[in-house]
Nanobody, 116 residues
């Protein structure tokens, strides 16, 4: 079992920046994928960015050039640096961990609100 705890969500004005953090604990395989997803009211949860344990990254087109995902493997922590935020980035942001065997773990979510 693994547990994920997110932090860093806040209310910010358009054009501003936020940094989200997600710390994983418990039984975590050394080979894994950590990622951020988001869900806006009335919409489906969508991919924001992922990063493998070897550092390969993947981004949704809507955040490329504005968001940067990174991780500290020694701390089992993943970060999402969000710059040039837009009102359409408003959502609950969830951290997800995928371990060997395809087992998924989700965090509880952190609210990001971008005002215009």
């Amino acid at each position: 079992q693994a547990q994920l705890v997110e932090s860093g969500g806040d209310l910010v004005q358009a054009g501003g920046s936020l940094r989200l953090s997600c710390a994983a604990s418990g039984s975590i395989s050394s080979v894994n994928i950590m990622g951020w997803y988001r869900q806006a009211p009335g919409k489906q949860r969508e991919l924001v960015a992922t990063i493998t344990s070897s550092g390969t990254t993947n981004y949704a087109d809507s955040v490329k050039g504005r968001f940067t995902i990174s991780r500290a493997n020694a701390k089992n922590t993943v970060y999402l640096q969000m710059n040039s935020l837009k009102p359409e980035d408003t959502a609950v942001y969830y951290c997800r961990l995928t371990v060997v065997g395809g087992i998924l773990y989700w965090g509880q979510g952190t609210q990001v609100t971008v005002s215009s």
